[in-house]
């Protein structure tokens, strides 16, 4: 007497809901990606809406760019991720930002022999500012420190270093880590860091405070002097803006990306 | 006498001072009336009379009023004067000092000079007659009571009242922003739900979506300017977009990549290629993620990542194992050479001469000599000359 084997017509059974299944999910998906084509038009609607009542503030306003960022980071958007995003073509934020990428790569590789590829937040704004002229947009430092960390993806080394009360902007593919980052914000207050400070400060041995301020010579970040009274200083070039600011030389700008 | 009304000498939204002076006093027709020593301003729609001992004591004309103006010489013991020849007052006019008079003209007398500048001044305006593009709230306050009397020049209360309305006006034009901002990220944070809410079917039943179906999620993805919640990595890599853009940059930057050696790092091009465009610039997202496409669209140029990090573009026809070669070849030379020294000999960026000696470095070639005057190169004579 034949069995139906329970199991073969179960599985079989089985096996017709499942793909039933599929292919409802499927056509699930691509119903809601219909969805989402639609919404996107209505989305851009709005935008474009918006874009037309209020892109000059956007445009003039830091303070509104500012709110403007920060609600879309919230909802996990970023309005900078492509040029062809809808924020972008519609409000003009990226080229406002793109743009400012190219002026802050050229203001830092100009300057790089100098610092070694560290320079202040506000020694950049300086820069930056001067190299646009008196008509163009004003640039806040929040908008420098957004256009930079779009700048990481390019792979240059670019960076954003936490002293003080403010920032050290890196632009060079060298290893900072921690023990180099707290040596720089001791260093931020005076512009110079001597072993005893660091070994009294930070309670660190001499061998270690040593490594790190010989990696940072090395890397041209900052230099040494010998004929301090007292023991050798470790001075930050990228401090120097306090004592006397310094305008970028013609060659300097030649050395820049023509 | 009678076209003057009272006024608190507070400047109207909209008017402006044009030029003020001490010492000027009024005659109705010829004669001397008791309003005999204050500043007289010119705004933009009136002419005001302070007395300079009471401050409170102000008067104004509409420059509306003025038929014409002449001028009156100084003579011995006579101060100079500008005639002010008047329409007769209208109906409804506010109060003033006088009730009537049987002039239809003012003499304004400089005792203490300032009439030649005044009476171009006022000529101007006379001609000008901006007070007609400027409606002012009202035209002449009536001011009888006494505590109001705050001692401010009329020019300063006047600036700082228009700084107000327009600080107020900006404040709307801010919040209205605010208002429509929020409203805007509501429906976006919708259309972020709806897209993690697809990734997810996405990720449930992979195999079963089809690539078509894929690329277009990502270019709305690409569109919004959400990250790809199912792979976590920069959205927008394989759109038709970055396709599109990598042929582009093919064939922007085969000359430029002759003319350096065959190589470029990622952020000379990113500044090369927006210098050139001007508007509508690439982020560097897009950059990237074109670029990752360059070798799978078998385009001549190839994105490469160094051990550093570094990003380089570089002609498929480049070999930078080859140039490695050269490399040794100039260091034996030299002795020795920093990536600095190296990078002026050889025409390149620092970085990238960097990038080479590391390489050579690597493939043996060189060795390093690190100390704190710098990172310095040598030919490996250790496995030269063993």
Redesign the interface.
């Known amino acids: 007497m034949h069995r139906r084997g329970v199991g073969a017509g179960a599985i079989a059974k089985k096996k017709l809901a499942e793909a039933k299944y599929k292919e409802r999910g499927t056509v699930l998906a691509e119903d809601q990606l219909a969805q989402m084509s639609k919404q996107l038009d209505m989305f851009k609607t709005n935008l474009e809406e918006f874009a037309s009542k209020h892109k000059q503030e956007i445009r003039k306003n830091p303070e509104f760019r500012v709110q403007f960022q920060d609600m879309c980071a919230t909802i996990g958007v970023d309005p900078l991720a492509s040029g062809k995003g809808f924020w972008s073509e519609m409000l003009g934020v990226g080229d406002f930002y793109y743009e400012l990428g190219v002026q802050i790569i050229e203001v830092c590789l100009a300057l790089k022999h100098r610092n070694g590829g560290l320079i202040t937040l506000e020694e950049l704004h300086q820069q930056v500012l001067k190299g646009r002229g008196k008509f163009a947009q004003d640039v806040s430092q929040d908008d420098l420190l957004r256009a930079i960390k779009k700048l990481k993806v390019l792979g240059n080394g670019f960076g954003i270093i936490p002293v003080g009360g403010t920032y050290l902007i890196q632009s060079v593919p060298a290893e900072l880590n921690m023990d180099h980052t707290v040596i720089l914000q001791l260093a931020e207050k005076k512009g110079y860091v001597t072993v005893s400070e660091i070994r009294s400060s930070l309670k660190w041995e001499t061998e270690r405070a040593k490594q790190v301020l010989e990696h940072l010579l090395k890397e041209g970040m900052a230099w040494l002097d010998t004929q301090a009274a007292g023991e050798p200083q470790y001075w930050l070039p990228a401090l120097f803006t306090e004592l006397y600011s310094q305008e970028i030389t013609p060659e300097e700008a030649k050395e820049a990306i023509p | 006498m009678d076209r003057f009304a009272w006024t608190s000498g507070l400047l109207e939204l909209g008017e402006t001072l044009v030029v003020q002076q001490r010492g000027v006093r009024l005659y109705d027709g010829e004669e001397k009336v008791k309003f005999d020593s204050g500043v007289l301003l010119l705004s933009t729609h009136r002419l005001i009379w302070r007395d300079q001992k009471n401050h409170e004591c102000c008067i104004a004309i509409p420059l509306s009023q003025v038929v014409f103006i002449e001028e009156q010489a100084a003579g011995i013991g006579k101060s100079a004067k500008i005639v002010v020849h008047l329409h007769p007052a209208s109906s409804n006019k506010e109060p003033g000092p006088f009730q009537s008079s049987k002039y239809s003209y003012i003499k304004l007398s400089f005792k203490e000079h300032g009439q030649i500048e005044f009476y171009r001044r006022l000529s101007e305006e006379i001609t000008q007659r901006r007070w007609e593009n400027m409606p002012t709230s009202q035209t002449i306050q009536v001011n009888k009571d006494s505590q109001a009397g705050r001692i401010r020049a009329v020019g300063i209360v006047g600036i700082e009242r228009k700084l107000e309305e327009k600080r107020k006006e900006t404040d709307k034009?801010?919040s209205?922003?605010?208002e429509?901002?929020?409203k805007?990220?509501e429906?976006?944070?919708?259309?972020?739900e709806?897209?993690k809410?697809?990734a997810n079917?996405?990720k449930?039943?992979q195999g079963?979506?089809t690539e078509d179906?894929t690329i277009?999620?990502k270019s709305?993805l690409?569109?919004?300017?959400?990250?790809n919640p199912v792979t976590r990595e920069?959205?927008?890599s394989g759109t038709h977009?970055h396709m599109q853009l990598a042929k582009q940059l093919a064939g922007i930057l085969q000359t430029p990549l002759e003319e350096r050696g065959g190589i470029m790092?990622?952020?000379?091009v990113?500044?090369?290629v927006?210098?050139a465009r001007g508007?509508?610039?690439?982020?560097?997202?897009?950059?990237?993620n074109a670029c990752k496409m360059l070798e799978s669209l078998k385009l001549p140029l190839r994105l490469r990542?160094f051990d550093?990090?570094?990003?380089v573009i570089e002609l498929q026809s480049h070999n930078e194992e080859e140039m490695v070669a050269s490399a040794l070849e100039t260091v034996s030379e030299k002795g020795s050479l920093t990536a600095?020294e190296f990078a002026k000999l050889v025409g390149m960026s620092?970085?990238l001469a960097k990038e080479r000696l590391l390489l050579a470095e690597k493939m043996g070639h060189l060795c390093r000599d690190?100390?704190?005057e710098?990172?310095r190169f040598y030919p490996n004579l250790f496995l030269t000359q063993s």
């Open positions: 034009n801010i209205e922003a605010f429509d901002l929020s805007l990220m429906k976006a944070k919708e259309m972020v709806l897209s809410s697809i079917k996405i449930e039943k079963d979506i179906e277009r999620f709305y690409l569109s919004m300017g959400i990250a920069t959205y927008g977009y790092s990622l952020t000379e990113y500044c090369l927006n210098r508007l509508e610039l690439l982020s560097p997202e897009d950059l990237v990542i550093s990090g570094v990003m600095d620092v970085l690190d100390s704190v710098g990172l």
